[in-house]
């Protein structure tokens, strides 16, 4: 249950995805100046060193972030590679954001943070990682079991962010509860929620128990950086976004071609711009 740690993956190119989009609804969000409350259930350690012995295992960043900092200009990246370039001042990529950081380098004073993390030593980092104040609330707890006490938000506006490991088939399960959950306690939250794709039928089943669920207005983006193949790991990866802003589909419809093609390993482009569900 405990196993998994995003330090091994931090910088490949399903986050560079995840966080692209995670930049772009925040953007969104603070066009009015209404507060609002950032939850994200799986938060991780917030901040990952590309050297440590981790990331070096299988050194993901290099099909991600690697061929992107200092040297991309794709149209639609330049926010995010801005917050990059922002923890790496001497221009030498030597350390990743997880999506807390990123928060915590865009959330105005008004906005407020709950950061959920159930690994111990990932959650004592996160502490150490995040701005001290009340703004940032780090509870080592289960996310996914923490969102029926965080919904309706204070603030009556929120992004979610659901970044669970699927190391267990239950994730997938648990990810469908979590969204009726959601969806019942706060149906205007703005959800984005992380997928990888390593067997293209549990993402299959994914989208159609979604569509089941009656949610209306959803997209899903995904990133490939090649063909799905039958053996072992993650060829795409995905968000899912419920009530996405006006704008992100235009957005990652301009950003996924070139974006995947300066990813590919296999010289094709893979990816996908989809409405699960209309308004």
């Known amino acids: 249950m405990l196993s998994y740690r995003h ?14 989009v995670q930049v772009e609804i925040i953007s969104h969000l603070q066009k009015k100046d209404a507060a609002f409350d950032y939850i994200d259930t799986h938060a991780g350690a917030g901040k990952y060193a590309l050297a440590s012995d981790m990331a070096q295992k299988n050194c993901e960043y290099k099909n991600g972030i690697y061929r992107l900092f200092n040297q991309c200009d794709l149209p639609g990246l330049q926010n995010y590679l801005r917050l990059i ?7 030498v990529l030597q350390h990743y954001p997880g999506s807390p950081l990123i928060a915590s380098q865009t959330l105005r004073p008004q906005d ?28 080592e707890e289960d996310g996914f079991a923490a969102l029926a006490s965080q919904l309706p938000s204070r603030s009556r506006r929120a992004l979610i962010l659901i970044d669970p490991p699927y190391e267990q088939k239950a994730d ?4 469908i509860s979590a969204l009726q959950l959601i969806h019942r306690k706060m149906a205007t939250a703005t959800v984005a929620l992380w997928y990888p794709v390593v067997e293209r039928g549990r ?28 053996g072992h790991g993650m060829t795409s990866a995905g968000m899912i976004v419920i009530n996405p802003p006006w704008t992100l589909r235009g957005q990652m419809e301009a950003l996924l071609p070139p974006l ?13 711009c989809v409405t699960l569900a209309a308004e």
């Open 260 to 272: 995947a093609k300066a990813l590919s390993e296999d010289g094709e482009s893979h990816y996908r």
């Open 203 to 230: 993402i299959d089943a994914l989208e159609r128990q979604l569509a089941d669920t009656g949610i209306r207005n959803i997209e899903l983006f995904e990133l490939g950086i090649r063909a799905d193949a039958g």
């Open 112 to 139: 407020k943070a709950w950061l959920f993390e159930l690994h111990p030593s990932d959650a004592e980092k996160l502490r150490g990682n995040m701005p001290r104040g009340r703004q940032f609330q780090v509870r």
């Open 85 to 91: 370039e922002g923890i790496n001042p001497q221009g």
């Open 7 to 20: 330090g091994f993956h931090a910088g490949n190119f399903a986050d560079v995805l995840k966080h692209c």
């Open 172 to 175: 997938y399960q648990r990810v």
